[in-house]
């Protein structure tokens, strides 16, 4: 399998969880797209969708699924979303897509956060992927040079404007040994809107597509620890 086809059956994975009546979270994203295309099948079942980017939001209204503001929902149950990176505590690099804040918002309302990728997104330790932070234009020199402070080697990320009028900048270079203080301290920075560090709000499911097919790991499964370290491994080896 190559990595589109396990995002793929993550993806397909993941309708299981899409539930009767129900208004459903979805992020943005290649996986987020398989899985958008897979809810032909069961948009009938549904009210509608809120979506975490303009882009997702149009791909949801061509296959016909009603999109709604986030305001005018008070809950839901589930949001399906795909990560950059993914640790076996089940906290998240994300904001590859540019849509972390909106993504980190859908996110803190839904119930149940169900992330689906493909094996080679599993980390030991999260940071070998550039950190996404959103960042008000007016402050990219300062915030870049309170990164630097940190550690990292902040690198602006041309050609793109988030859906919120705003600039991502990608830090490279940081080992995130305790990514709860990590995201607390670049939250705290002036300037910052939001940074990709999903630490707090962590996943509560996650569907992996793997060459041996796809596993599910729920973040209060007793032995978690020992499957997930053998699946990281395995997949920090292929790297
Ligand atoms: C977008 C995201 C995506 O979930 C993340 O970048 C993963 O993307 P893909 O499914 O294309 O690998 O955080 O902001």
Redesign the pocket.
């Known amino acids: 399998m190559d990595q589109s086809e396990m ?1 793929r059956a993550a993806a397909l994975e993941a309708v299981k969880y899409v539930q009767e009546g129900d208004i459903l979270g979805v ?6 797209n398989y899985f958008i295309d897979n809810l032909v099948t069961v948009k009938d079942k549904i009210k509608g969708a809120v979506s975490s980017s303009v882009a997702s939001a149009e791909r949801l209204k061509k296959i016909g699924i009603p999109v709604f503001d986030l305001n005018d929902v008070d809950s839901f149950d589930v949001y399906v ?4 990176e993914i640790n076996g505590s089940l906290e998240m690099i ?7 804040t909106r ?1 980190k918002i859908v996110a803190a309302v839904a119930k149940k956060f169900v992330c689906i990728v493909d094996e080679t997104k599993l980390v030991t330790m999260l940071g070998d992927f550039p950190l996404p932070v959103e960042v008000i234009p007016m402050a990219v020199n300062y915030v870049s040079g309170e990164l630097r402070k940190m550690g990292g080697r902040p690198v602006f990320r041309t050609n793109v404007v988030t859906d919120n009028g705003n600039c991502i900048i990608d830090v490279r270079g940081l080992r995130i040994n305790a990514p709860k203080d990590y995201e607390e301290q670049i939250n705290m920075i002036p300037g910052v809107v939001t940074v990709g560090l999903f630490a707090h709000r962590t996943a509560d499911v996650l569907i992996v597509g793997s060459q041996n097919g796809v596993k599910v790991i729920r973040r209060d499964d007793q032995n978690r620890d020992e499957f997930n370290s053998s699946l990281i491994m395995r997949a920090d080896m292929q790297r």
């Open positions: 995002k992020g943005t994203g290649s996986t987020v979303d795909g990560a950059d994300k904001g590859g897509g540019a849509a972390l993504e």
